[in-house]
């Protein structure tokens, strides 16, 4: 248990037939609920930072992951370290040095052939270097003004197009568009479990589902039945944190933050828990 590698907590799902969830950490107080969470549940996580977060905190990218790793280290749980959504050539070269054992090389909103080309090229020196890496193909909006539904022309992934972007690239996981979207605060978003299934047959590495937030708890469970491994969950715990905060500062003078924070620490854990549930069932 402690710090494990992404590519084996993604393996032993894989495995297993069922999922692994990976939180998006913005700050400490995600990261401790996070591990809390994981801790209650008894079942693996996965810390994934994105390059939006890195930007927030100065364009550092190793201070955040030291913290993780220790964090990971004395863990009870299975934890790994992750650098997701991650679109600068600067971040994929210091990823390993900055303590990750995995990056998503995102290149999904630029043009085909462009995607390939770069995604290939990045994922044979990370590999060399240790790392798994994972990759989109389709197109999961809702970060951007680029695609803002999931359901617009040429967004879904392709299962012939996926096989032959895993041979072309090497990757070792797949995000896949199949309905969800990024930011969503309500669990309303319908997926395509047939895609998900003719997916998993059409490539040999797992799948991965961006914009799980969206997604209600028994579709979810469907979806890892149906071939998903690693589902990835940022917004559902910004509610969470936000909320418990706004409660705990509501009519309060107090300047001492660490209370609010507390309380955002504690919703973390309680969110992780939940979906830890329904994830790993």
Known sequence: MSLVTTAELIREAHLRGGGVAAFNVITLEHAEGIIEGSRRSGRPVILQVSENTVKFHGGQIRPLAAALNALASEADTSVSVHLDHAESADLWRAAAQA?????MVDCGSLPHDQNVAITADI???LKAQGLSVEAELGYVGGKDTQVTSAHAPGVRTDPLQAAEFVAATGVDALAVAVGSLHA???????????????????VPVPLVLHGS???PDNTMRA????????????TALNIAYTGALREALAGSNKVDPRAPLEAARGAVADTVDRLLDVIGA
Request: negative net charge; proline residues 0%; without cysteine.
């Open 99 to 103: 303590g990750y054992s995995s990056v």
């Open 213 to 215: 937030s969206g997604v």
């Open 184 to 202: 969503m605060t309500a669990q309303t978003a319908e997926l395509d479990l047939d895609l998900v299934a003719a997916l998993r047959d059409a």
């Open 123 to 125: 994922t044979k020196l």
């Open 223 to 234: 979806a890892v039945l149906a071939g998903i491994v690693k589902v990835n969950v940022g």
